[in-house]
C-alpha cells in the first residue's frame, strides 16, 4: 500500500511540473517597469555631421529600469528607448502609418516616425502627432539615437545623444520614447523565428509598453 501511495505521489507531482512554464526561471520573477526621463541639452565642441553642417549642442536621452511589484508576470524583459524630435513644422497624424510615409520620412530625414497624441473619442479620432528619430546621416560620430534590445534588468539605464538641431536650424522638440515587450512574438517575414515585440515596431504595438518622457525645448 506504502509503495503505492509513494508511486501515485510521483505521477502527481511529474503532471505538475509538466505544466510549468519552460521559459527561463527569471521571466518568471521579475517585475520591472521603464522609466524615460526628460532628456537634457549639453553644449559640446563644434564638430560637423558627414554633411557638414556644424553642431554646437548635444541632446542626451536616458532611461532606466525599476522594479513594478504590480507588474505582471514574466513580462517586460527586455525593451529600449530613443530620442524622438519635432520641429516647427508639425505634422498631424490620425493613424501610425501618417508619420511614416517613406516621402515624408526622407524630406525630413528620419529613419522612423511615431504617432503621439491620438485618442479615440465617441465624436471620432482626436489627432497626434508626428514626432521622428533622426536617421544615421544627420548623426556625429559617436552618436547613437537608439539604445534597444537590452535584457531588462532592475536598476539598467541605458542613454542616447544626438545633435540638438538635427533636423535643421529651427527650434525642436526632444522627448525619450521607451518600449518594453510584454511578449515575444513570430515575425512576420521569418516564419518560426520569434523576436520581441518592440522590435517589431508598430506591429507589434498590442504586446508593447510605450513610455514617454517630459518634453525639452531647445530654441
Request: hydrophobic share 40%; with cysteine; net charge positive.
Amino acid at each position: 500500500m506504502r509503495a503505492l501511495w509513494l508511486v501515485s505521489l510521483l505521477l502527481v507531482a511529474g503532471a505538475v511540473f509538466a505544466r510549468l512554464p519552460s521559459t527561463p526561471i527569471h521571466t518568471l520573477v521579475t517585475k520591472v517597469r521603464m522609466q524615460a526621463n526628460t532628456p537634457v541639452l549639453a553644449p559640446s565642441a563644434v564638430v560637423a555631421t558627414p554633411g557638414g553642417k556644424p553642431i554646437r549642442n548635444t541632446v542626451t536621452g536616458s532611461f532606466q529600469v525599476l522594479v513594478d511589484p504590480q507588474g505582471p508576470e514574466g513580462a517586460g524583459n527586455v525593451g529600449g528607448a530613443c530620442l524622438f524630435a519635432q520641429t516647427a513644422t508639425v505634422h498631424e497624424c490620425k493613424q501610425q502609418s501618417d508619420c511614416a510615409r517613406p516621402a515624408l520620412l526622407q524630406e525630413i530625414g528620419s529613419d522612423e516616425g511615431f504617432c503621439v497624441g491620438r485618442r479615440v473619442t465617441d465624436l471620432g479620432v482626436v489627432p497626434g502627432q508626428c514626432w521622428f528619430r533622426p536617421g544615421a546621416p544627420l548623426l556625429v560620430k559617436g552618436q547613437a539615437v537608439c539604445n534597444k534590445g537590452k535584457p531588462l534588468t532592475p536598476g539598467f539605464k541605458g542613454s542616447m545623444s544626438a545633435p540638438a538641431h538635427a533636423f535643421g536650424h529651427e527650434p525642436h522638440k526632444w522627448r525619450v520614447i521607451a518600449c518594453q515587450s510584454l511578449k515575444n512574438m513570430e515575425h512576420p517575414q521569418r516564419k518560426g523565428e520569434f523576436v520581441s515585440a518592440c522590435s517589431l515596431g508598430w506591429g507589434g504595438a498590442a504586446f508593447s509598453k510605450y513610455v514617454f518622457g517630459d518634453v525639452l525645448e531647445v530654441p
